[in-house]
C-alpha cells in the first residue's frame, strides 16, 4: 500500500493506520489536535473506527515523580516481551503541540529509533471535545496501528486529567517519599483511583516508609477501594461476583531500573483480572458510557456556553436581577428559556 498523500482524508489516514503506517498514526492525531473544528470533528470520526489498543495504562502521579522516567524503563521491558509500545504523554499545560515536550523526547529517546514503539506528547486542547476527547481517540489511532500496550501519562491534577486517565484498563500512581505525607495522601483520595501503587525514586530516603505507609492505609482504608468495584457500583460489582482487588504497592526506580519486572508482572496480573470475559464485557461498555456522557456533557456545555454569551438579553436580565426585580435562580431559568 502506498503512503497517503498530503491532502489524504482522515479515513485514508485511518486506513492507513490499520495497515501499520506510522506516519499515517502521527498525522491523524496531529488532526485529532486541530483547531480548525471541522477537521478536528472528521479526524475523531475515522478515529472512531479503530479498535482501542488491547492493554491500556495509565501512570500519573505528582509534577517530577520520576513518570517519564520510569515509562523509558517500562517500554524496553514491555519492547523485550515483544510487545509493540505506545506512550501517549498527556500535558495539558504544555504550551506545545505534536510531540514537542521536549523533556519526554529526552527521556524516552532510548526508543526514539525502535520501529515498534510509538511515543506522542498531546497538550494542546483541539477546537472540540478537550484534550482527554483527543487522548481516547488517539488511543484508537494508536490501537488501529498495531500498538497492543499503551501507556498514558499524566500528572493527575485537573478534570481533563482525570477523564484521561480514566481512560486506562490499568492506573498506576507513582509516588515519592518527601513529597508530602501519608495524611496528604488520604487527602488527595489517592487510594481509589490506582489499581498498582509505585513508590519511585526507592533509591532514596523514605521510600521504604512510605510503601509501608501506603500499605497500612490501604489495609485500614473502610470499604471499598477496588477502582473496578467502584466503577461498577456495588450491585453489578456482586452479581458478577467481582473478585477482590488488593493494589500491590512496589518499591521501584525509573533512574535505577530496579523493580521494573514486578511493574510488568503486576500489570498483566492486573489484565488477567479484567479479562474474565463478564467483566470485560461490562466493563467495557461502563468505559464506552462513562465516555459518552463526559463527551456529550462537553458538546453541550460548549453549545451553551456559545449560546449564552454576553449580549443584551443577558445585560438586561443581570439589570433586572441586581435591582431585586427577579431572583437569580428565576434569571438563570429565563435564560435557559425554561420561563415563559
Ligand atoms: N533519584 C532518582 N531520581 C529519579 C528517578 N527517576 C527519575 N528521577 C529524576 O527525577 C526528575 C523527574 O523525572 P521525570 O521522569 O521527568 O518525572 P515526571 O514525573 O515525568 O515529571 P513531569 O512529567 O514533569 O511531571 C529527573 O531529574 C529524573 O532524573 C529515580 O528513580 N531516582
Ligand atoms: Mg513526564
Known amino acids: 500500500m502506498t503512503a497517503p498523500g498530503a491532502s489524504a482524508t482522515p479515513e485514508e489516514l485511518a486506513k492507513a493506520c490499520a495497515a501499520g503506517d506510522r506516519r499515517a498514526a502521527s498525522r491523524l492525531i496531529s488532526l485529532l489536535e486541530s483547531p480548525v473544528a471541522r477537521d478536528a470533528q472528521a479526524a475523531s470520526r475515522a478515529a472512531g473506527t479503530l479498535p482501542l489498543p488491547k492493554q491500556t495504562i495509565g501512570l500519573t502521579g505528582p509534577p517530577g515523580a520520576g513518570k517519564s522516567t520510569l515509562l523509558d524503563y517500562l517500554v524496553g521491558l514491555e519492547r523485550a516481551l ?175 531500573h530496579t523493580g521494573g519486572d514486578e511493574i510488568v508482572q503486576a500489570l498483566t496480573r492486573h489484565r488477567t483480572y479484567l479479562d474474565e470475559p463478564a467483566l470485560a464485557t461490562a466493563l467495557r461498555r461502563n468505559r464506552i458510557a462513562r465516555e459518552m456522557v463526559w463527551r456529550a456533557t462537553r458538546r453541550l456545555s460548549d453549545e451553551l456556553a456559545a449560546q449564552l454569551a454576553p449580549g443584551a438579553a443577558l445585560a438586561a436580565l443581570a439589570d433586572d436581577c441586581a435591582a431585586g426585580r427577579i431572583s437569580l435562580p428565576d434569571a438563570i431559568d429565563r435564560l435557559l428559556g425554561k420561563h415563559p
Do not use: Y
Open 82 to 256: 515483544g510487545k509493540r509500545v505506545g506512550v501517549v504523554a498527556v500535558d495539558p499545560s504544555s504550551p506545545f503541540t505534536g510531540g514537542a515536550l521536549l523533556g519526554d523526547r529526552i527521556r524516552m529517546s532510548s526508543h526514539r529509533s525502535d520501529s515498534g514503539v510509538f511515543i506522542r506528547s498531546m497538550g494542546s486542547r483541539g477546537a472540540q471535545g478537550g484534550l482527554a476527547s483527543a487522548a481516547s481517540d488517539a488511543l484508537r489511532v494508536l490501537g488501529g496501528a498495531g500498538f497492543e500496550c499503551v501507556f498514558i501519562e499524566t500528572v493527575g491534577a485537573g478534570q481533563a486529567e482525570t477523564e484521561v486517565i480514566s481512560l486506562a484498563d490499568t492506573i498506576c500512581l507513582a509516588q515519592v517519599a518527601g513529597l508530602g505525607d501519608d495524611i496528604q495522601l488520604m487527602k488527595m483520595g489517592i487510594l481509589e483511583i490506582a489499581d498498582v501503587f509505585l513508590v519511585n525514586k526507592a533509591d532514596r530516603p523514605g521510600a521504604r516508609e512510605l510503601k509501608e505507609q501506603i500499605e497500612l492505609a490501604l489495609h485500614e482504608s473502610p470499604g471499598e477501594t477496588s477502582r473496578t468495584r467502584r466503577m461498577l457500583g456495588p450491585q453489578l460489582s456482586t452479581q458478577l461476583k467481582l473478585p477482590v482487588w488488593t493494589p500491590p504497592v512496589l518499591l521501584v526506580s525509573g533512574l535505577d
